[in-house]
Structure formats: C-alpha cells, structure tokens
C-alpha cells in the first residue's frame, strides 16, 4: 500500500465525525448514523484507491450502510480491503456519552478477514502479553499470564469489559480473582486498542463484541505491536452458512491476529466524535470553525501519528446538518 494512504484514510473518518458530532445529544441514533455513513462514502470516492469492504456493518439488502462486497474509492490506486465503521457508538452519540468514534482499516487485498456482521469472541491485550495469551485458556488463568508479563500484581490488573448481562459471569469471575474490572457501555474497538497504550492503565480485554469492530481492532493492535485472538459465534444455521460462503469452512475456529489481519501491512484511522480515553471529540469552537482528534497508524512503520485539525464547514457544506 502507498504510504499516502495513512492520511487520506484519516480525512474520511473525520469527515464521518464532523457530520455525526452534528447529532451529538438529539437522541436520534440512526440519524447520526446515516450522516456519518453518507459522508464516509462520498469522501471515499476522492481517496485513489480500489477499495472492497470485507466486513462491516450492512449488507447488501440494509442500504444506506456501507454493505459487505460495496466497492469504495476512485478507482484508481491499489487493491485494499476495508473494514469500517463509520459511527462506532450509535447510541452514545444519541445519548452525549463518551468513546464515539469513526474507524477504518485497510490492508493488501486478500489480507482482512471476509466475515459477516455478527457476534464475536474476542480477547486482547498490548506488546508485554502478546504471544502468550489464548482465547481458550480460562480468565483466571489468563489475569495470571497478562499480570505475570505487566510485572504487576493481580490486583492492580485492570480489565475491560463490556457492560452487559452476556458478561454477568465473566466479570465476577475476574472480580473473584482479585483483579480490577473497568466496564464500559458501547464501543469496544477504543477499549480493545487501551490495552496497548500504556497510559490508559488498560491490561486485558475481553467478552463477546460485534465481528466488524474485532477485525478493526486487530487491525489497531498489529500496528502497535499488540494481540487479539477471537472466535465468531454464529447464532443460527443460517449465520453458520453466510459464514462458509465467505469462505470459513469452520466458522467457529480458533482466529489467531494473523487470521484476523494476515501480512506485514494494515493501516489504522479514527476519529474522535465524543471525547473518550483514545481520543478527544468534535468541539464546534464558534462560528463555523469545529475541531477533530485523530489518530492514524500503519503496521509497516509502526508509526503512530495524533493529528488535530481544524476545519471551516462553510467550506465543507455537504457535512452541515439540516435541522
């Protein structure tokens, strides 16, 4: 992939989040939502590229979202595949709550895991514990591992878990170890990624999360030298089948990081909607001056870039709500 693609995916997301920030507190989720998917495709068709999305979060038949196989880009450029989310936290932008983001992952065509939208088993944690964890270890043995190779005590490990009753065993079980549990509500591509940022004081993952955000985080993770490992959880026959088609002849396997993102290449890009531990959130500084976080990294380089902008929307007219 051209290098230059790190910063032209970083001007899609923020496109996305200048236009979903709009309805930051309205209450109207699939509003914020729409806006923020119609603007990611419009900015996609600049970026010279012949992108795919290999999973998402539509299909086909659930228009307006960017649907599994729609091709995105000009183009022109290199063959990549895309998995995006253009407005992780729905709910929490309809609410004013913390940790909405816009989010994409690209990488070599081939590379990123064709699945559908669908639940997921996931498990991860940053460069200290990488290599030597497994989904299928038991958490009390897994607190043991990651606190072992943080060289912290088990009960200063911080875990992150999604608040749902999904979790309910899960969270005792590691409260019983001694460990801390960090729960949050929506958006668990930012809380993947705190496991490998030293400065959240985030240890360890896990739970059962969408597939779409487990790909784009393991996308996150590779870049910064992390882990995840996941297991996709068909809830039907007919999931188990949409599966297989996509190519997974044992849709319930065992998917390692390089299942996940295969290759040496992947670039990651968010942006900030709400305020969150990753990244600040649109701010509308007066006038038509609005501020954005983001952050972008690519797996090649290890590089990790935070980038602040501001933009004028009297000249980004087509990201200016109509009330």
């Not at 993952?205 to 790909?215: D, H, L």
């Not at 968010?270 to 952050?295: C, K, P």
Request: hydrophobic share 45%; net charge negative; proline share 3%.
């Amino acid at each position: 992939m051209d290098r230059e693609l790190a910063l032209e995916i970083v001007r899609v997301t923020e496109a996305a989040a200048l236009a979903s920030a709009q309805w930051m507190g309205r209450g109207k989720k699939n509003e914020a939502d729409d806006a923020a998917t119609t603007a990611m495709r419009k900015m996609f068709d600049s970026v010279d590229m012949t992108g795919t999305v290999v999973i998402g979060e539509g299909e086909l038949d659930e228009a307006p979202m960017l649907y599994i196989g729609e091709t995105l880009g000009s183009g022109n450029g290199p063959e990549v595949d895309i998995a995006v989310d253009p407005l992780e936290g729905t709910n929490i932008v309809a609410k004013g709550l913390a940790n909405a983001m816009s989010v994409i992952a690209i990488a070599d065509k081939g590379t990123l895991l064709h699945a559908p939208d669908m639940y997921m088993q996931k498990i991860a944690v940053g460069p200290k514990a990488a290599g030597k964890i497994s989904l299928d270890d038991p958490i009390e043995k897994t607190i043991e591992i990651v606190a072992e190779a943080a060289n912290k005590r088990i009960q200063d490990l911080t875990v992150i878990i999604q608040e749902r009753d999904r979790h309910q065993d899960l969270i005792d079980r590691v409260r019983a170890k001694g460990a801390r549990v960090k729960l949050f509500g929506d958006g668990d591509v930012g809380a993947s990624i705190a496991t490998a940022l030293p400065t959240t004081g985030v240890d360890l993952f896990v739970g059962i999360g969408g597939a779409p955000e487990g790909v784009i985080s393991a996308a996150a993770l590779k870049c910064l030298g992390g882990e995840m490992q996941a297991r996709l959880l068909p809830q039907d026959e007919a999931e188990e089948v949409r599966c297989r088609h996509m190519g997974l002849k044992d849709p319930r396997q065992l998917l390692t990081l390089e299942d996940l993102v295969a290759g040496d290449d992947a670039i990651f890009a968010a942006t900030g909607v709400s305020s969150g531990e990753l990244l600040e959130g649109v701010t509308f500084l007066g006038g038509d001056l609005v501020e954005t976080h983001s952050i972008v990294m690519r797996c090649k380089t290890k590089t990790v870039r935070f980038i602040k902008a501001h933009h004028h929307l009297e000249h980004k007219p087509h990201l200016v709500m109509e009330l």
